[in-house]
């Protein structure tokens, strides 16, 4: 059989030389229009953006998809099928993807805006806390000083109170002693009187001579102010019995009027007492209503005072919550506001690449439909196959 086919081509060698030739040439010149329309396919501008989509990974997909397809010469119809739905599910995405972001966005507009009405109110709460603890701190400065003054007037008054008892004790106490020394006269005189008048009656009877000597009366008396000092009525007797009787009228009529002065004395000591003893119990009931005054108006402000410190604590506790709301609403501004910008930045990204695939797709059909030689040429040269 391996000669039948030797002698066959030698045959055909030494009779056919023309047409061997002519074959080879036909070859050739296939393999150069073959050559020359591969290189025309390729700079075709479709060929560079098939160069283009197979960088991305979802072209590269699809082209691989074409490459099985026309590797086993099926109908590229599957294809189209594919892409259109692709395009399909892409565009429903971003429908979604939009119709999400507005969802989103518009909630995302009113959790800022209540951030920002809550960051308002706590500082509007914080500035009327700290002004209304501002006054009741001034307030409560003014309650203290009033306080403290009317203190120190109640105890102005009770050293005047105290002052004003220890001096009427005293001035009682020297009254006491006046009147006493004074009583005692009056005592002595009417002890010594009675004896005297007797004694003038007997010297009248006896009809002693009437004329006494100054010098002897005179010197009576200031023997009786020696002696009396010790005891008035001792001496008033013992300057009795030293006396002539015709003497003793005399006497007696000086004894009554020293007596009646005396006596006067002591009503006007007495008087003067009683004047002393109604005015000072005036002034310590004064005293006493100045005190009991400024204690209950001390007690009223100690009352406002406590009021006032407790108000001032709600303030304060208001202006603590308030700052507390403010830092929370604003911490969650910041974070809302981050998610927010994170999500759009999210959706750009994704409607970017969702644009970007759609593109692709929309470029792949616009190539199958016009330049499938293109699209040939390209699978075979990157041996997609």
Same mark, same amino acid.
């Given at each position: 059989?391996?000669i ?6 030698a045959?055909c ?5 023309i047409v061997?030739?002519?074959h $080879? ?6 393999a ?10 390729? !700079? !075709?501008?479709?060929?560079s ?11 590269s997909?699809?082209l691989?998809?074409?490459a099985?397809?026309?590797k086993?010469?099926? $109908?590229?119809? #599957? ?17 979604? #993807?939009d119709?999400? /972001?507005a ?26 806390a700290?002004?209304?603890a501002? %006054?009741?701190?001034e ?9 403290? +003054?009317?203190a ?9 109170? *105290? ?10 106490? *020297?009254?006491s ?6 009583k005692?006269?009056v ?5 010594i ?8 009656d ?11 000597e100054?010098?002897?009366?005179? +010197?009576?008396?200031?023997?009786? #102010?020696?002696?009396?000092? +010790? ?5 008033m007797v013992?300057?009795? $019995?030293?006396l002539e009787?015709t003497?003793v009228?005399t ?5 009554e ?10 009503? @006007?000591?007495?008087? @003067? +007492?009683?004047?002393?003893? %109604?005015?000072?119990?005036t002034?310590?009931? @004064? ?6 005054s400024?204690?209950r108006?001390k007690?009223? !402000?100690?009352e406002?005072?406590?009021e006032?410190?407790?108000? /001032?604590?709600?303030?304060?506790? %208001?202006? /603590? !919550? @308030? ?12 974070? /809302?506001?981050?998610q927010?910008?994170e999500?759009?930045?999210q959706?750009?990204?994704n409607?970017i690449?969702r644009?970007k695939?759609?593109?692709i ?8 439909a ?9 699978v075979?040269?990157n041996?997609l196959f």
């Amino acid at each position: 059989m391996k000669i039948l086919v030797a002698l066959v081509i030698a045959l055909c060698l030494l009779t056919h030389p023309i047409v061997c030739k002519k074959h $080879s040439n036909d070859e050739e010149h296939s393999a150069f229009e073959k050559n020359h329309k591969k290189l025309t396919l390729q !700079d !075709d501008p479709s060929y560079s953006k098939l160069e283009e989509i197979q960088d991305h990974p979802l072209g590269s997909k699809i082209l691989q998809t074409i490459a099985l397809q026309l590797k086993g010469n099926e $109908s590229l119809s #599957a294809v189209s099928k594919l892409l259109n739905d692709l395009k399909g599910d892409l565009e429903g995405k971003q429908i979604d #993807a939009d119709n999400e /972001r507005a969802q989103i966005g518009s909630q995302c507009k009113k959790d800022l805006q209540n951030y920002g009405q809550r960051i308002s109110l706590s500082i509007n709460e914080i500035k009327d806390a700290e002004f209304k603890a501002k %006054r009741l701190n001034e307030a409560i400065a003014v309650y203290q000083a009033e306080i403290n +003054e009317k203190a120190r007037q109640i105890k102005v008054f009770q050293a005047k109170d *105290d002052t004003l008892r220890d001096i009427r004790r005293q001035d009682n106490l *020297d009254f006491s002693t006046r009147t006493t020394q004074m009583k005692e006269m009056v005592q002595a005189f009417e002890v010594i009187l009675p004896k005297l008048h007797q004694v003038w009656d007997v010297a009248a009877q006896h009809k002693a001579g009437s004329f006494i000597e100054e010098e002897a009366i005179n +010197e009576a008396l200031v023997q009786l #102010a020696k002696i009396g000092e +010790e005891n008035p009525i001792t001496a008033m007797v013992a300057l009795t $019995s030293t006396l002539e009787p015709t003497a003793v009228q005399t006497l007696i009529e000086k004894m009554e009027a020293i007596r009646d002065s005396i006596k006067e004395s002591i009503k @006007a000591e007495e008087d @003067a +007492e009683a004047k002393n003893a %109604r005015d000072t119990d005036t002034i310590l009931a @004064a005293i006493f209503n100045a005190i009991e005054s400024l204690t209950r108006e001390k007690s009223s !402000d100690e009352e406002a005072l406590q009021e006032t410190i407790r108000n /001032r604590d709600i303030q304060d506790k %208001r202006s /603590r !919550d @308030a700052h507390a709301e403010f830092n929370a609403a604003k911490n969650g501004n910041q974070q /809302r506001n981050q998610q927010c910008q994170e999500y759009e930045l999210q959706y750009q990204q994704n409607t970017i690449e969702r644009d970007k695939q759609t593109a692709i797709i929309r470029d792949v059909q616009n190539i199958i439909a016009t330049k499938i030689e293109v699209v040939t040429c390209f699978v075979e040269e990157n041996n997609l196959f």
